[in-house]
């Protein structure tokens, strides 16, 4: 478990962190969402005993001020930007697999598990940014931690390196293992986290499961429903009468908007009344929504 | 603290160096040079009184007070610098590794090729001089390079001191040549000027000395190498006459160990307290 008490991180007088509180369970993934400068990185790295503040953070029941080394132990963590020594991607592992006294086969297993195995001759600096990222992963998962914590671990990937980078992570939550990770992207969210953490101006604003996020949020999901003309002013004054936002007319369809998290609610509501539904697409809230939801509640 | 980490990080950073091109070069370039001083001071030295390995040595002071201070310096002030601003730093200590274990196995990790490329220049000049005939006392000889190290150790420290203060690489290079200049090339003419602007006595231009590492290993040198200490000047004579010879080497060697430790400390204190956030 990672309790995370009441810390405070001030840079001058700015507060980067602002009395964030939260607990992460034992096998639990959870997600820290905020915009730039919400207090993310920061946290992790009070977590990871880089930076000083008050308050307190006990990794595995481990207070990181008063063992950090120890804490930092139990911990895998994947920065925004790897970074690395002008080294072999294989010497580069063996180093930290040394650091963690781990055994000497297992950078060659870490880097097969990741898909690097081929590329383990060559040099970091001749890297993709995405095989760069998943070094960075294989060196977190060197010595098996109880705890993952990954800073915006997709942020520089493209779309295949990035499903294939989530899959990763997936398996290795799926195997009992706690993970925290920061990200941008909701889909990432809905994908991994079974905890949404929402932070603005570093403060924890909104700690949730990813679907009841949008509710506390008051954020809908927004459906285009097309219908046949002659049924148009039927459709719309049963969707009213339903509670339904309609937020307007786009040619054939309908923009409603349905809060609650019961997307089909429009749909039965209007085959209830006979009334043919031609088509339909789905739109989810996006992070810019959610950003926006928390400057609401914020203020 | 753990010193298998220390190791560890040590032998990572030993590897770096030796891979280093600059730190290649500068090794051919000392060892070539120190070859060339064996070829081009032959035979016995009729007013130092030194011969074979000693006289070897004494030439060779001059190129390790030119060489080992600069590239100790360098090194040094690049060793956190240069890491803190690529990046690797802080990934570094994101694992469970403490500040004193990376300050540590960084010092040692680059002192001991500094040390690696002296020994060789030294052991090829060495070799050249057995070859000869070798007459002398080698253990002169070896003295004189272990006193090398010792003034490589003084510097790196001091150019770590630099590293910790500098958020850039570059400006810590800069601030570690001024150093050098001040050190090996403004040194002497430093303590004279000082000497004749402020009418010093010889006890004072003797401690005047003893604060700037290189001419403590100038000194060191010549009394372990020369029976005639007269060489040393007036102050060199006021010195041995007053502490003797054993004395001076003494109080000399515990000058650079001094300048090893303090400037270390300092540098470690900066990073592990003050700076502490800035890697």
């Known amino acids: 478990m990672i309790e995370i008490k009441n810390v405070t991180k001030s840079f001058g007088k700015l507060k980067a962190v602002d009395s964030a509180s939260f607990r992460v369970e034992k096998g639990e993934a959870v997600s820290l969402l905020g915009s730039n400068g919400a207090g993310k990185s920061t946290l992790i790295k009070c977590i990871l005993g880089l930076l000083d503040y008050s308050g307190d953070?006990?990794?595995?029941?481990?207070?990181?001020?008063?063992?950090?080394?120890?804490?930092k132990s139990l911990i895998g963590y994947l920065p925004q930007e790897p970074l690395f020594y002008d080294m072999r991607t294989l010497d580069i592992v063996r180093f930290f697999a040394r650091l963690r006294n781990?055994?000497?086969?297992?950078?060659?297993?870490?880097?097969?598990?990741?898909?690097?195995?081929?590329?383990?001759?060559?040099y970091a600096s001749e890297l993709s940014g995405g095989m760069r990222q998943r070094l960075s992963f294989a060196i977190a998962l060197l010595s098996e931690p109880m705890f993952l914590i990954l800073d915006e671990p997709t942020s520089n990937l493209d779309a295949h390196a990035r499903a294939e980078f989530l899959r990763l992570?997936?398996?290795?939550?799926?195997?009992?293992?706690?993970v925290i990770f920061s990200s941008h992207r909701l889909?990432?969210?809905?994908?991994?986290?079974?905890?949404?953490?929402?932070?603005?101006?570093?403060?924890?604003?909104?700690?949730?499961?990813?679907?009841?996020?949008?509710?506390?949020?008051?954020?809908?999901?927004?459906?285009?429903?097309?219908?046949?003309?002659?049924?148009?002013?039927?459709a719309a004054s049963?969707?009213?009468?339903?509670?339904?936002?309609?937020?307007?007319?786009?040619?054939?369809?309908?923009?409603?908007?349905?809060?609650?998290?019961?997307s089909l609610h429009p749909l039965r509501e209007l085959m209830s009344r006979d009334i043919p539904v031609l088509g339909f697409s789905v739109e989810e809230p996006t992070m810019e929504n959610i950003l926006e939801g928390a400057d609401r509640d914020g203020n | 603290m753990e010193i298998r980490n220390i190791l560890i990080l040590a032998g990572k950073e030993t590897r770096e160096s030796l891979k280093n091109r600059w730190f290649v070069l500068y090794t051919v370039s000392f060892s070539v040079l120190a070859v060339l001083i064996l070829s081009?001071?032959?035979?016995?030295?009729?007013?130092?009184?030194?011969?074979?390995?000693g006289r070897t040595a004494a030439s060779l002071i001059n190129l390790v007070l030119l060489f080992v201070p600069l590239i100790a310096l360098i090194t040094g002030s690049i060793s956190i610098s240069g890491e803190r601003e690529n990046g690797t730093l802080q990934y570094l200590l994101s694992h469970p590794v403490t500040k004193a274990e990376v300050f540590a196995g960084k010092f040692l990790g680059i002192l001991?090729?500094?040390?690696?490329?002296?020994?060789?220049?030294?052991?090829?000049?060495?070799?050249?001089?057995?070859?000869?005939?070798?007459?002398?006392?080698?253990?002169?000889?070896?003295?004189?390079?272990?006193?090398?190290?010792?003034?490589?150790?003084?510097?790196?420290s001091v150019g770590f001191v630099v590293s910790v203060f500098s958020r850039r690489a570059s400006k810590a290079i800069g601030v570690a040549v001024f150093l050098w200049l001040l050190i090996i090339v403004l040194g002497d003419l430093g303590i004279m000027g000082t000497a004749v602007a402020m009418d010093l006595g010889i006890k004072q231009v003797f401690a005047l000395a003893l604060l700037n590492p290189a001419e403590v290993f100038k000194i060191a040198s010549v009394l372990v190498l020369s029976p005639r200490f007269e060489i040393l000047g007036p102050v060199g004579v006021y010195a041995v006459r007053t502490f003797g010879r054993e004395g001076v080497i003494f109080i000399l060697l515990s000058v650079m160990a001094v300048w090893t430790v303090i400037p270390f400390a300092c540098a470690f204190l900066t990073f592990s307290i003050w700076r502490r956030e800035e890697s």
């Open chain 1, 102 to 122: 781990v055994d000497e086969g297992r950078p060659a297993e870490v880097l097969d598990k990741v898909g690097l195995a081929e590329h383990s001759s060559k």
């Open chain 2, 112 to 156: 001991v090729p500094i040390c690696f490329s002296i020994s060789l220049g030294f052991g090829l000049a060495g070799i050249g001089v057995a070859l000869r005939g070798g007459s002398g006392d080698a253990a002169e000889f070896v003295l004189t390079a272990l006193l090398s190290w010792l003034l490589a150790a003084s510097l790196l």
């Open chain 1, 169 to 178: 992570i997936k398996d290795y939550k799926e195997n009992g293992k706690t």
């Open chain 1, 238 to 262: 049963a969707l009213s009468g339903a509670g339904i936002i309609v937020h307007g007319r786009n040619g054939r369809g309908f923009l409603v908007e349905v809060k609650g998290g019961d």
């Open chain 1, 57 to 71: 953070i006990a990794v595995g029941g481990i207070r990181v001020k008063d063992h950090p080394k120890e804490a």
């Open chain 2, 40 to 53: 081009i001071a032959p035979g016995r030295n009729e007013i130092t009184g030194i011969s074979g390995y």
């Open chain 1, 187 to 234: 889909d990432e969210v809905d994908y991994l986290a079974d905890r949404a953490v929402l932070m603005k101006d570093g403060r924890v604003v909104v700690d949730e499961e990813p679907h009841r996020l949008r509710q506390t949020l008051g954020l809908g999901t927004k459906m285009n429903i097309a219908v046949p003309d002659e049924y148009a002013a039927l």
